[in-house]
């Protein structure tokens, strides 16, 4: 064991004898002794009888080694920690705490305090109830995914949701693989694999996490055709880009980023009419795709997949756990005949998506019947929409309670501040929300009191995540829901040791 690791165990502490280790102390029980201890019934139980013994052994040959180099070298570390416990039931706790460590699954809850509702590094959307129970039964039970229990064939598991979305989006026909990235993958290489397809310079757009149009447009094997410049793109610029070498048309929303000033861009409806003069058909990449208008729950407008659909576009792409507020997935909508082709393209059968995904986005798509319904139901929905004086209540009932578990070192105030939809989603919009505002308190300011703030709140249980700016701590609450409120407060007992 390194000084490094034995400094950091802070599990290693009892009698000390400052400068060198009896010889006793390196004479450790026996790892049969350990393992048949009453008390390491209930590791064996739970993590069974390999892993616990390999744990073991692993845990006593560190503290041979360290007890032996404190003894020859006289280990700085031991003498100051104290020479470690060596008996049984110090061994078993230090054996319990490793076996917890090492099991602990990586992938853990958290609280999204970042006032980013659909952010993509904290997994985007949460799945309404109806999902979560459609995803249990779904890996519990053989389903008919590919099975048509009309006829007793072989079915198509894009069927098990094609319908639900042709009466959503007025869409001829429907597909789904496995992200939008790979629906925009699949179309481009379905349709203009060896040809060109045409972009506005404005529309060349890099999503977070290496999706970019050109570079995703050449893996796809389509040649980029540009036209227009960054700010400014007319209907000429495509008109005269069009001819025998062209096969597709395809405006990209631009989903993280807005071109404001001299600008020029081509509407779809403008587009529509030239793509059916030249014969060429018309691709729109929504990113975001909404199925219903945002404005009528007081949210800005984004463009929805049906007035795509309706503007023109002969395909539509866009992500399932955007603003939809379903599973990852990517939804390609559009001219029967394209997506037939693209359904035969080898590459689907590598996209597609699993069973586990269908079994999310069927009730998600289902909840859009009713749309009254849906800020109630649909939890994206619900947290978009979520009254500021919502938050503020939250937020007031909680100040006190994490002013106490930060002490006098910092100060903490409710303040109204402003969530992003996030995922592209409407960019530059944003919604009034409220939260916490922790601040390094002038007095008895230590270095670094925002850094080292954010790294305590994100070591706890279930780690809470806020947003640096202005020198201070922001904790947006419009994400923190009233199942999670009790457990956020909980929690901040631990933040005061
Ligand atoms: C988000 C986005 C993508 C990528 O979608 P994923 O579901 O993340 O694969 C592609 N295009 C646009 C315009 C987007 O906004």
């Given at each position: 064991m390194s000084e490094q690791s034995a400094r950091s165990d802070n599990t290693l502490h009892g009698a000390a004898s400052a400068a060198g280790v009896p010889a006793a102390a390196i004479r450790l029980p026996a790892v049969h002794l350990i393992l048949s201890d009453a008390d390491c019934e209930p590791l064996l139980a739970a993590?069974?009888?390999?892993?616990?013994?390999?744990?073991?052994?692993?845990?006593?040959?560190?503290?041979?080694?360290?007890?032996?180099?404190?003894?020859?070298?006289?280990?700085?570390?031991?003498?100051?920690?104290?020479?470690p416990d060596t008996s049984i039931p110090s061994l078993l706790a230090m054996l319990a705490a490793r076996l917890q460590e090492q099991n602990a699954s990586p992938l853990r809850p958290v609280f999204n305090l970042t006032g980013?509702?659909?952010?993509?590094?904290?997994?985007?959307?949460?799945?309404?109830?109806?999902?979560?129970?459609?995803?249990?039964?779904?890996?519990?039970?053989?389903?008919?995914?590919?099975?048509?229990?009309?006829?007793?064939?072989?079915?198509?598991?894009?069927?098990?949701i094609e319908e639900l979305l042709l009466e959503l989006t007025g869409a001829e026909a429907a597909t789904i693989v496995n992200n939008n990235a790979a629906a925009v993958l699949l179309m481009l290489n379905t349709v203009a694999l060896g040809k060109e397809?045409?972009?506005?310079?404005?529309?060349?757009?890099?999503?977070?996490?290496?999706?970019?149009?050109?570079?995703?447009?050449?893996?796809?094997?389509?040649?980029?055709?540009?036209?227009?410049?960054?700010?400014?793109?007319?209907?000429?610029?495509?008109?005269?880009?069009?001819?025998?070498?062209?096969?597709?048309?395809?405006?990209?929303?631009?989903?993280?980023?807005?071109?404001?000033?001299?600008t020029k861009s081509i509407e779809l409806h403008e587009l529509a009419p030239l793509s059916k003069k030249h014969n060429i058909p018309l691709a729109v990449d929504l990113g975001s795709g909404t199925?219903?208008?945002?404005?009528?729950?007081?949210?800005?407008?984004?463009?929805?997949?049906?007035?795509?659909?309706?503007?023109?576009?002969?395909?539509?792409?866009?992500?399932?756990?955007?603003?939809?507020?379903?599973?990852?997935?990517?939804?390609?909508?559009?001219?029967?005949?394209?997506?037939?082709?693209?359904?035969?393209?080898?590459?689907?059968?590598?996209?597609?998506?699993?069973?586990?995904?269908?079994?999310?986005?069927?009730?998600?798509?289902?909840?859009?019947?009713?749309?009254?319904?849906?800020p109630e139901r649909l939890t994206t929905l619900k947290l978009l929409t979520r009254p500021a004086a919502d938050m503020r209540a939250q937020a007031q009932a909680i100040l006190p309670q994490l002013q106490a578990a930060l002490g006098a070192g910092y100060e903490v105030t409710e303040e109204a501040m402003f969530s992003q939809i996030g995922s592209g989603a409407l960019p530059v919009d944003q919604l009034q929300s409220h939260g916490l505002v922790v601040r390094p308190a002038a007095a008895g300011r230590v270095s670094n009191a925002l850094g080292v703030l954010e790294q305590r709140l994100r070591a706890l249980p279930l780690p809470v995540i806020g947003r640096v700016a202005q020198d201070a701590l922001w904790l947006d609450l419009r994400c923190l829901q009233d199942y999670q409120q009790q457990r956020f407060i909980e929690q901040l007992a631990l933040l005061t040791a």
């Open positions: 993590y069974g009888r390999v892993q616990t013994l390999d744990a073991a052994r692993a845990l006593l040959a560190e503290l041979r080694a360290m007890l032996l180099a404190a003894r020859e070298g006289g280990d700085t570390a031991v003498a100051v920690a104290g020479a980013t509702v659909l952010h993509t590094n904290l997994g985007r959307a949460l799945l309404p109830d109806a999902a979560v129970q459609a995803v249990v039964d779904s890996m519990r039970w053989p389903m008919n995914l590919e099975w048509d229990l009309d006829t007793g064939k072989r079915g198509d598991r894009d069927n098990l397809v045409i972009v506005s310079r404005g529309e060349l757009v890099e999503i977070g996490g290496a999706f970019r149009i050109p570079d995703v447009m050449a893996r796809a094997g389509a040649v980029l055709r540009e036209v227009g410049a960054t700010n400014r793109t007319h209907l000429k610029d495509y008109d005269e880009a069009a001819g025998p070498q062209t096969a597709l048309m395809m405006k990209v929303h631009t989903s993280n980023y807005a071109i404001t000033g001299f199925l219903v208008d945002l404005e009528q729950y007081g949210l800005p407008h984004e463009t929805t997949v049906r007035e795509t659909i309706e503007g023109g576009a002969d395909l539509v792409t866009f992500s399932g756990d955007k603003l939809l507020g379903g599973p990852q997935c990517g939804i390609i909508v559009g001219r029967k005949d394209l997506i037939a082709q693209i359904k035969k393209n080898p590459l689907k059968r590598a996209l597609r998506v699993g069973k586990l995904t269908l079994a999310a986005l069927e009730p998600v798509l289902a909840l859009y019947r009713a749309p009254d319904l849906l």
